[in-house]
């Protein structure tokens, strides 16, 4: 039943509302050695989709999932968990016998890392738009089916802005940017109240 | 989805989706690429435009990424930390499809050993994709000076960056295994500016962890893969870190936690040691190691005490009601999972049960009711009590029961009839849900679950329980008003069968006739048929009303119907019974199975031999598809079973044949008998009567796996040995290889043995012996015995690259010892199900009755009586294998077939008094003296 292997994610996968990709990358499942059998519970057990297949497997999962504000289901043998914001769904999938709090845990913290990148916006425009910060907080937080970190801020912390075209020091574009304006005072009230929300539920 | 139709829509969708085009991005990235000087912005755009691409699952062939990957690598001479971070991530990911990939792996070694700190743990990471056994190596002191780096996020790299290397360079990365656990109990704090980096932290560095501790979680795995060979080393690295909370981070608990549980499947005397470990983390800030803790506990839940296992619950009840979802929904897939083997234990939080029926996720209220469903039904074999609480379950499903989707409605249908059928004496209200379920609105899968469930009931509740009258009249209700003609089809034949045999046939004739005036011509062909079984079995007056009926369908405006009711009639009218109404069938998987064989044979000069397909008696028939619903209701908690058992792939496999049963039995018999008939020594033995599941006499790993399987030709009394070899060592060549059988029981005589003459490396091959069964006489001890088993052969070594063996080299002789083999009572039986079993077991001719102390059979009764049924291959009938965990009595009742074709029924009562378990067995039969014999071979 347990998987012993680092090898914890099968999938992550974003969604637009229509069900199309926006990004979806498989992870390779352990290799396996032959000799080793002690290997033969980890998440290889379950065959590796064919890209044909994936699309199939996106279609059913979104099926199952969008609109569906439940958090997670078991679909054909995968643990499969999600979350949506506006009109996009972020799906971690993972093998069946996987600690459900902790791959949900991943799913929602990915979201707020990417929400923080995002500056609130987490949409399809937007994703499209910066695709960079995307691409790069999912390597940060999942490398190779591997959970790389977990803490949203630590997860943000590690992806790079995009090079200003005005300034040159990354530094200085911090405290350059310090955004006072209404809007930008806006966006931190909701996050620190999104934020005091999470940890007060975290302690219950 | 067809590729074509992808490739449409995608085309359709372009615009909306912004997806680049695949040309435009890969001219543009080699134009933009290889511009002096680089604008860093533009390209760190680009590039993501590339893996928007590639992870959109476009794939670009070797030769187009290779160049990509060239010009993405002049990137390397602009210092722009944003965008060398993208240029990492872009080689990462090209590096699976293309060429000469490790002509980078200078620039990045570069960067890993004077880059900014900011893209360091990517160009470690990176590194690991492109490197090839060849080139680790060099890599090694690069990869051990980042792993006891100072700053978490680099050793978390270089440490995950090692762990994909595992497959392809083992032993390099064996030798950071010191760097690794200096690692593991270290303190790794982020530096001062980790999180200057994003505009949102700034300066407010105050409220932000100072480390996350994943260095332990990655170091925790990694050691894992370079010591699980050693379990002393593994036992103490667990015991250390579990004192004192040396593991912070609640990803590494969990790792601890699947290390200790996998030791302690592979041991189970650690458990005295690794408990206490294993029970502190139930109670932990963090839901998730809790779960993983109850997850492990549970998993080895026969190891452990009952007031511990209270423990468990006790945590899994804490977790139902927390907020999150995810947590909740654990908790109770594992209480569920507890519910299939032990629904008792469960039973105190049958409050919290009832509460999560009304959850707002429709798969935990699913999992309650069906986890509550279990639990009733234990609560009303013990108690009277448990009637109320099933009136109440049944009240709030069926409020339930509008809100929810139809495939969930379908797992509770599943959940209720299995409860019906294990626990026969609910099935009243359990059937009057279904049929009122059956009443509401719904598509046909819906319907024909249910129908499907009710079909069940029908076959395997016994007949005195009245349950199939109260369904069968429910049924005749339902197709008065069904719109599904198929379901109605399936309902008219089943009245067919099972209503003349009730006490007022007439009342179902007249539902059928309506459907005969009412419906189309599909449902009045099959009416026809149903009535004209009532004409012939019920006969009298009834057969002339029927007779009366069926010639008014004469006239039906439809061939088919008229052409059955004039086939029904003259059958009728000519007494041709067997015509219309068979109790035999054939084996429809075995008719199949020859009749493919017999197309792809292409010779059809010779006719078809109906004849060889074996004819099943509804008994038989029944005996099949209630161990196949059995089997079903206890997958859920085999699956896990198989599971658990490490190194068993083919061991698993085994398991399955197994259990998928009797229908592969005979698929297998078949096959067994095709390949025995094709041996000219064995052409004059008759008819395979049975064949055992295969038995492995030695170990999987060693240098020779035996396996055995026993063949029985009755007719003939003939015993064939067949023993598969299989030699695993690569060096050597086995010849003249035979098995030394030695009987305990002399009336056993050996007929003949077939050799194998050679079997090189990783070949398998067969050796028969040929054994004549004594006959069931008074005499000696019957047709039980043990073989003692010696594997002799020749022994050559291998010499040259081809597998060729010196011919000079004689060789020389070896023998090899393996396992017993042992002929049970269980070999010469067959389970069949019947409802009745008292009044069957009250019919049978002999009887004998014997007394055993089971000392050696395990301390609980349900694992007794597991090792009881198991090697008898009877069915246990009544739900009788079902033995709640703490009652101190037990009565089994076993029913089967011998292989002479009477009927053999054990009463087993078991009753453990003072720590001793006692059983008597009251076996009765119909084959003279193999009664005895079962009584011999009991333990």
Redesign the interface.
């Known amino acids: 039943?347990?998987?012993?292997?680092?090898k914890t994610v099968t999938a992550t996968i974003i969604l637009?509302s229509?069900g199309?990709?926006?990004?979806?990358?498989y992870y390779t499942p352990?290799?396996q050695?032959s000799t080793n059998?002690?290997n033969?519970?980890s998440p290889s057990a379950i065959p590796t989709l064919s890209?044909?297949q994936?699309?199939?497997f996106e279609?059913n999962v979104f099926k199952k999932v969008f609109k569906q504000n439940?958090?997670?289901?078991?679909y054909d043998n995968h643990l499969i968990?999600y979350k949506q914001s506006n009109d996009i769904i972020l799906i971690l999938v993972a093998s069946i016998?996987e600690?459900?709090?902790?791959?949900?845990?991943l799913t929602n913290n990915l979201i707020e890392a990417l929400n923080?990148?995002l500056d609130n916006t987490l949409d399809e425009a937007t994703i499209?738009e910066?695709?960079?910060l995307v691409?790069?907080c999912i390597?940060e937080t999942i490398?190779?089916g591997?959970?790389?970190?977990?803490?949203p801020?630590?997860i943000?912390?590690?992806?790079?802005?995009?090079?200003?075209?005005n300034n040159a020091a990354?530094?200085e574009?911090?405290?350059n940017?310090?955004?006072l304006s209404e809007k930008g005072l806006f966006n931190a009230l909701s996050?620190a109240s999104k934020k005091i929300g999470e940890r007060l539920?975290q302690g219950? | 989805m067809s590729t074509s139709s992808y490739k449409k829509s995608d085309v359709g969708n372009r615009g909306a989706h912004g997806l680049p085009d695949k040309m435009v991005v890969f001219q543009e990235c080699l134009q933009q690429f290889n511009a002096s000087p680089v604008n860093a912005k533009k390209c760190r755009l680009l590039l993501g435009e590339l893996l928007r691409l590639i992870y959109h699952g476009e794939n670009f062939p070797a030769a187009e990424s290779t160049t990509l990957f060239f010009s993405i690598s002049k990137l390397f001479q602009h210092k722009d930390v944003s965008l060398r971070q993208m240029v990492y991530l872009a080689i990462k990911e090209l590096s699976s499809t293309s060429n000469d990939i490790l002509m980078v792996t200078s620039s990045i070694m570069k960067d890993i050993q004077a880059g900014d700190i900011i893209y360091k743990p990517n160009a470690i990471r990176t590194l690991g994709k492109v490197l090839d056994p060849s080139t680790v190596s060099a890599s090694e002191r690069l990869f051990k000076n980042a792993i006891v780096e100072k700053n978490p996020i680099l050793s978390s790299a270089a440490l995950i960056s090692s762990y994909n290397l595992l497959p392809i360079a083992k032993d390099v990365v064996k030798r950071f295994t010191n760097e690794t656990l200096e690692t593991l109990t270290s303190y790794k704090q982020f530096p001062a500016n980790q999180f200057q980096l994003h505009e949102y932290y700034g300066s407010a560095t105050t409220n932000l962890p100072s480390t996350s501790y994943m260095y332990q979680y990655h170091a925790l795995g990694l050691l894992y893969h370079l010591r699980n060979h050693d379990k002393m080393a593994l036992m103490k690295l667990i015991t250390s870190l579990s004192e004192g909370s040396q593991l912070k981070n609640s990803l590494s608990i969990i790792q601890l936690l699947r290390y200790i549980n996998k030791i302690l499947v592979d041991d189970e005397n650690l458990i005295k040691i690794l408990y206490p470990i294993l029970s502190s983390y139930l109670k932990h800030k963090s839901d998730m190691v809790e779960l993983e803790a109850c997850k492990v506990l549970i998993n080895l839940g026969h190891l452990i005490k009952d007031d511990e296992f209270m423990q468990i619950i006790t945590c899994l009840q804490k977790l139902l009601s927390v907020p999150r979802t995810s947590t909740r929904f654990a908790a109770i897939r594992l209480i569920n999972k507890i519910s299939i083997k032990h629904p008792e234990k469960i039973m105190v939080v049958n409050l919290e049960l009832e509460n999560l029926i009304n959850d707002s996720n429709r798969s935990i209220q699913t999992l309650a009711i069906t986890t509550l469903l279990k639990t009733m039904g234990v609560g009303t074999v013990e108690s009277e009590s448990g009637g109320e609480s099933v009136d109440r379950l049944i009240t709030k499903m069926t409020s339930l029961m509008d809100e929810i989707t139809e495939d969930f409605k379908i797992v509770i249908i599943e959940a209720i009839e299995n409860l019906a059928l294990k626990f026969p004496s609910k099935h009243k209200k359990l059937v009057s849900f279904l049929t009122d379920l059956l009443r509401d609105d719904g598509t046909l899968t819906l319907k024909s679950s249910i129908v499907d469930a009710l079909f069940d009931l029908i076959k395997f509740l016994s007949d005195e329980s009245g349950a199939k009258q109260l369904i069968l009249m429910n049924l005749c209700e339902f197709i008065e008003d069904c719109e599904f003609t198929e379901l109605s089809v399936r309902i008219l034949h089943l009245l067919g069968d099972e209503g003349p045999k009730t006490s007022n046939p007439s009342y179902y004739i007249r539902h059928i006739y309506n459907r005969l005036v009412l419906e189309n011509s599909i449902i009045r062909s099959s009416a026809i048929i149903s009535l004209s079984k009532f004409a012939v079995i019920c006969g009298g007056s009834l057969s002339e009303n029927i007779e009366i009926l069926l010639k008014r369908c004469l006239n039906d405006v439809d061939d088919e119907v008229r052409d059955r009711a004039v086939l029904a009639l003259s059958f009728i009218s000519n007494k041709k019974k067997e015509l219309i109404v068979k109790e035999e069938r054939y084996n429809l998987n075995v008719l199949e199975s020859k009749l493919t064989h017999y197309l792809n044979g292409g010779d059809f000069s010779k006719k078809f031999e109906i004849e060889e397909v074996p004819l099943l008696t509804t008994e038989e028939l029944k005996s099949m598809e209630y161990g196949r619903k059995m089997r079903k209701l206890d997958n859920g908690s085999e699956e896990e079973k198989e599971e658990t058992t490490i190194d068993s792939k083919d061991q698993s496999n085994d398991n399955k044949s197994g259990s998928n049963g009797n229908i592969d039995q005979t698929l297998r018999l078949q096959a067994f008998s095709a390949e025995l008939s094709a041996i000219p020594e064995f052409s004059t033995f008759g008819n395979l009567t049975t064949s055992s599941q295969s038995i492995y006499l030695t170990d999987k790993e060693n240098e020779f796996v035996v396996s055995c399987v026993k063949h029985f030709f009755i007719s003939s009394s003939k015993l064939v040995l067949q023993y598969n070899i299989l030699n695993t060592v690569d060096h050597m060549i086995l010849q003249d290889i035979s098995i030394v059988t030695q009987p305990d029981n002399e009336l056993y005589q050996e007929d003949l043995i077939i050799q194998l003459d050679e079997l090189k490396p990783q070949q398998q091959g067969t050796v028969y012996v040929v054994y004549s069964i004594p006959a069931l006489t008074d005499e000696g001890e019957g047709i039980l015995s043990a073989f003692g088993n010696t594997l002799n052969y020749i022994h050559k070594e291998i010499i040259d690259e081809e597998g060729n063996i010196d011919p000079s080299d004689e060789g020389w002789a070896d023998d090899y010892q393996i396992e017993d083999l042992v002929i049970t009572p269980g070999d010469f039986i067959q389970p069949i199900y019947n409802s009745n079993f008292a009044s069957i077991f009250e019919q049978l001719p002999i009887e004998e009755s014997s007394m055993y102390n089971l000392k050696d059979f395990g301390k609980t009764l349900p694992a007794v009586v597991e090792k009881l049924t198991k090697p008898l291959n009877m069915m246990a009938l009544d739900g009788s294998d079902y033995v709640p965990d703490d009652s101190a009595s037990h009565t089994l009742k076993l029913l089967g077939k011998d292989v002479w074709g009477g009927k053999v029924a054990l009463l087993v009562r078991i009753a453990m008094t003072n720590g001793k378990l006692i059983a008597k067995v009251q076996a009765k039969g119909e084959t003279e003296k193999f009664v005895d014999v079962v009584l011999d071979g009991f333990v």
């Open positions: 039943m347990s998987n012993v292997s680092l637009d229509n199309s990709r926006l990004y979806a990358k352990e290799a050695t059998a002690s033969s519970n890209p044909l994936q699309l199939e279609k439940q958090d997670i289901i078991l968990t016998h600690n459900e709090s902790m791959i949900y845990s923080i990148l499209l910066k695709y960079d691409s790069l390597d490398d190779d591997i959970i790389l970190e977990i803490d801020a630590i943000v912390s590690r992806v790079t802005n995009p090079r200003n075209a990354v530094g574009i911090s405290l940017k310090i955004d996050f539920q219950l």
